[in-house]
């Protein structure tokens, strides 16, 4: 065995009365844990929560149920009254026009139906060419493309008709589509500028 040094010997020392500490310090504070645990339970047992919104008085509006009698199109007859419908995309009544009624019954039943009908979903399909060719006779130019909704044509028509040299001049406002439009010309992913080059 060797000699320790005075070093190592209040080193060691240290050690064994950290050790005795620890054990001592976790045997005396499990009593208390125990208590607290205890007033914790008490607590939680008296409270009583606050309600998260007010109740709901039984003559609410929201509570009374409307009930809409017939088609509902540009006027609606809400329990028995006659209402212009200002929540709803048929603007102009087209949808209770009887000859638009039958030209979409035999469109479904040639064609059939669906969540909706782009090229992208079913294909190209003769109503589709057919629009086009009339579409163009009717501006008097040599031919026109159909696209989906408004976004996909402005998002699309900029870079199939831009180069990439062209100078685009656009107002800081402009809306989404014209924006993304101009971003797939030039391979940029985000951009606030009022020109893009």
């Known amino acids: 065995l060797q000699k320790s040094t005075p070093f190592e ?10 050790v005795i500490w620890i054990v001592l310090y976790k045997r005396t504070n499990k009593k208390p844990k125990s ?3 205890c007033n914790e339970e008490n607590a ?7 309600p998260l919104v007010a109740e709901v008085p039984e003559d609410h509006p929201a509570l009374r149920t409307r009930t809409v009698n017939g088609t509902v199109g540009k006027r609606v007859n809400i329990d028995g009254t006659d209402c212009l419908n200002l929540a709803t995309h048929n603007y102009l009544g087209l949808a209770e026009d009887e ?12 064609y059939g139906v669906g969540s909706c ?21 009717f501006m008097e130019v040599e031919e ?32 989404f589509a014209i ?3 101009g971003w797939m010309l030039h391979g940029a992913r985000s951009s606030s500028t009022s020109t893009t080059t």
Do not use: M
């Not at 010997?9 to 950290?18: H, K």
């Not at 000859?99 to 040639?110: E, N």
């Not at 159909?146 to 800081?172: C, G, H, M, Q, W």
């Open 9 to 18: 010997l209040t080193l060691e020392a240290l050690l064994a009365l950290g």
């Open 35 to 37: 208590i607290a645990s």
């Open 44 to 50: 939680l047992s008296k409270w009583v929560p606050e």
């Open 99 to 110: 000859d638009i009624r039958q030209a979409a019954v035999k469109s479904l039943r040639k």
């Open 117 to 137: 009908g782009p090229r992208g979903f079913y294909g190209t399909v003769d109503v589709h060419l057919e629009l086009e060719e009339r579409l163009a006779k």
């Open 144 to 175: 026109a493309v159909v696209y989906s909704y408004a976004f996909s044509t402005i998002a699309s028509a900029i870079p199939a008709y831009s180069k990439r040299n062209d100078l685009i001049f656009v107002d800081e406002c402009v809306n």
């Open 179 to 181: 924006q993304k439009g």
